[in-house]
């Protein structure tokens, strides 16, 4: 390229004029830009980042929501509208009603994962690398995203890093987000990989993960409008922890382990949802 004294240059052989060659230089990194940011994983951004034109189809319940079953423990069975199964802390122990597409997994012990999946899982994904690495997970199926947000895991005599993974799920315009098997609370960095949170399945024991205060202080870093306890163990420990939380949240209870979730049914003041169930 040799620029000319009338204020052109030369482009392959081409004389244009330099106004020319900026806008095209400009549109040509904004196309690089977009192409960079397409195949890059973003956080949980529900109905704003897509414009709310993500297809609504009628499956998971009548309204066309994200179906919510709370299977035992840690895991949950979630149905999508295009009737996608997940299921979360998939293990040995506690095994849903339907053959889900995707499970989740982490290894803090072994009610939250398994080695022995069964036929017809589509994807298995661990909240751990089994080599030592850091779990990276951006799946995109259907009507579901899912990605991961790496945590640590306390162990006797030190810290198992990345040994826990937060899955956060985006279905029908919400964002889900399972703590796993967390052990503290988050950093800047981690509330920015998880993005705007909907609903929360939080454990609540106390012991076995965070105590019940830190992990309460988790529920108001991520801000959810619905949080739903599990990892309970007894009623002693789940009435200590609804008892701490109901100075900022409501409480509800519902009777039934399975619900619909959508955006239009979220509650105006952020609640902890109770599933029957252990």
Not at 44 to 63: H, I, K, M, Q, S
Not at 69 to 87: C, D, K, N
Not at 123 to 142: E, T
């Amino acid at each position: 390229m040799r620029k000319g004294r009338d204020g052109t240059v030369l482009l392959r052989g081409h004389r244009v004029s330099l106004a020319s060659f900026a806008l095209n230089t400009f549109l040509v990194l904004a196309l690089l830009a977009l192409g960079l940011g397409a195949s890059a994983w973003a956080a949980c951004t529900g109905p704003v980042a897509d414009g709310e034109t993500r297809l609504r189809l009628a499956a998971a319940g009548p309204e066309g929501g994200v179906g919510l079953t709370f299977l035992g423990h840690a895991s949950f069975l979630i149905e999508s509208p295009q009737g996608v199964r997940i299921v979360t802390d998939y293990n040995d122990m506690i095994r849903a009603p339907v053959v889900p597409d995707i499970v989740t997994m982490n290894n803090a012990h072994p009610t939250h994962y398994s080695d022995n999946v069964e036929p017809g899982v589509k994807f298995v994904l661990r909240g751990w690398d089994p080599a030592g690495g850091v779990p990276a997970h951006h799946l995109d199926y259907r009507d579901v995203k899912i990605h991961n947000v790496p945590t640590n895991v306390r162990e006797f005599g030190g810290t198992r890093y990345s040994g826990n993974s937060i899955f956060v799920f985006d279905v029908a315009d919400l964002c889900l987000a399972h703590l796993g098997h967390l052990h503290h609370t988050l950093t800047p960095g981690h509330l920015a990989d998880l993005g705007p949170i909907d609903v929360v399945m939080v454990p609540v024991d106390g012991g076995y993960t965070l105590n019940q205060a830190d992990m309460i202080e988790v529920l108001q870093q991520i801000k959810p409008k619905i949080a739903i306890p599990m990892h309970v163990f007894t009623q002693a420990t789940l009435d200590k922890f609804l008892a701490r939380a109901a100075e900022f949240y409501a409480v509800r209870r519902a009777d039934d382990p399975a619900i619909v979730l959508t955006r239009a049914g979220l509650p105006t003041t952020p609640e902890i949802l109770v599933l029957p169930g252990r």
